[in-house]
């Protein structure tokens, strides 16, 4: 049963979330203000979180930046309709997924199992030949462990980012477009924020230090998508 934490100050909302998701399989609990969340996210073992970003005592902002200090736990956040900054704003500070407030349960239920399901099919499609995890030039990648390294130094990637990576490098050489992207990992089948694979990869190439105008890493192949290079000459 995926233990969901939704951190929303809209009691009402709470709890008809609580009821759906409980009929559906999982097991929901609910803060009501930033602190209240961050405390109960750093005491607790959740699969993922529902993240308002409008909170009394600390914005949503602020709880997730607090939460990527010391957890990769999937962040769906919940953003006021139309508002793209804050989307972008979320995206690149971590959050896994956006949903408008306005949302519909089936959608919530549908991004809510992309979300949890990541992690636990990372896990199990790990295989022998992978024991010593994937590696692309100086840039390290272990599935069992969700973790990364680029050299010595420990990659901080959210849970989608790792996924993203991950794909990249098991297909280091060749160009994956965005929706091979958005289906490996996420599996989605709706519509999405179109800009959210872009984002996430501007993060990841932050992360490991790649200039965008002339990355050493991941390159983006104008109006298809991106392919993670296996030699730092191959980059125009």
């Given amino acids: 049963m995926p233990n969901i934490l939704m951190i929303d100050d809209d009691v009402k909302l709470c709890r008809l979330v609580t009821e759906y998701l409980a009929a559906m399989g999982f097991s929901v609990d609910c803060a009501h203000t930033g602190p209240d969340g961050l405390r109960q996210v750093n005491g607790g073992a959740y699969d993922a979180v529902i993240l308002d970003v409008m909170l009394p005592g600390m914005d ?3 709880v997730l930046k607090q939460i990527r200090l010391a957890s990769q736990v999937p962040v769906l956040m919940l953003t006021a309709l139309g508002d793209e ?15 408008p407030k306005t949302f519909s349960t089936r959608e919530l239920l549908a991004r809510l199992r992309a979300v949890t399901r ?23 990648l272990d599935p069992a462990a969700r ?59 932050r992360k490991l230090g790649d ?22 000459e191959d980059v125009a």
């Fill in 118 to 140: 990541r992690g636990r099919i990372s896990a199990s499609a790990m295989t022998d030949n992978e024991s010593d995890g994937v590696r692309v030039r100086a840039l390290h």
């Fill in 60 to 62: 949503g902002f602020e």
């Fill in 147 to 205: 973790r990364a390294w680029l050299g010595d130094r420990t990659l901080p990637l959210t849970a989608l980012e790792f996924d993203l990576l991950l794909c990249l490098a098991r297909a280091a050489g060749r160009v994956l477009d965005r929706d091979r992207l958005l289906d490996e990992v996420a599996g989605r089948n709706y519509d999405v924020f179109d800009r959210s694979i872009d984002v996430h990869i501007s993060s990841i190439r």
């Fill in 211 to 232: 200039d965008p105008k002339n990355p050493s890493y991941i390159k983006t192949v104008r109006s298809v998508g991106y392919v993670l290079v296996t030699q730092a």
């Fill in 85 to 99: 900054s804050d989307r972008i704003v979320g995206l690149e500070m971590g959050a896994d997924d956006y949903l």
